[in-house]
């Protein structure tokens, strides 16, 4: 099932498509996880300790030439607490070489100005932050729809109701519709 899986999602670069970055040790699951994440925006809904981060982490793999430097895209993973900021940014740095920065409230994100957001995104390549942060910047205009290449939502089962996760769907879903976007459940 993996060679077959592997397979499929290396016939996407033959039509000019995105290549999945497959990890030696992912499991078939993952693979097909992966290839319809390179396809078409994605839910992954699986149990903890599944490997939804690896999926995750081969996706950004996949779309790496897309955001290396000096191109204008970034690619999001948004965590919905403070303490997973680091946690996930030390992982896409451990299986990735993607230039990684870790944002969060205290350290005064809130207060920055375009130019500031401008130098982050040229300098980073993925940007692991709170929903609130991606909300604001996208509020104000730092960040633009089409800078996002990847958007990944850790646990988006908290998109309901006021929480961020479901303002950014709410007011920008029309529009991240043609984004490749994984939100990466947990249970």
């Known amino acids: 099932m993996k060679e077959v899986l592997s397979k499929e999602i290396d016939t996407h670069s033959q039509q000019g498509e995105i290549t999945g970055d497959v990890l030696p040790f992912a499991r078939s699951y993952q693979l097909e996880a992966l290839d319809k994440a390179i396809r078409e925006n994605t839910i992954v809904y699986l149990e903890t300790g599944s490997g939804k981060t690896l999926i995750a982490i081969m996706l950004l793999r996949s779309y790496a030439h897309h955001l290396r430097k000096p191109s204008p895209f970034i690619a999001v993973f948004l965590v919905p607490q403070v303490v997973l900021v680091s946690q996930q940014a030390e992982v896409v740095k451990m299986h990735t070489d993607l230039k990684v920065g870790t944002y969060w409230g205290d350290m005064g994100v809130d207060y920055w100005d375009g130019a500031t957001w401008k130098q982050e995104t040229e300098k980073h390549e993925v940007l692991v932050?709170?929903?609130?942060?991606?909300?604001?910047?996208?509020?104000?205009?730092?960040?633009k729809l089409n800078m996002i290449k990847v958007l990944i939502m850790d646990e988006c089962h908290h998109a309901r109701g006021k929480h961020p996760y479901a303002c950014i769907m709410t007011f920008f879903g029309g529009r991240l519709s043609s984004r490749v976007t994984l939100y990466h459940y947990s249970c």
Do not use: D, E, K, Y
């Open 129 to 143: 932050m709170t929903p609130v942060i991606l909300l604001n910047c996208l509020r104000h205009s730092f960040f």
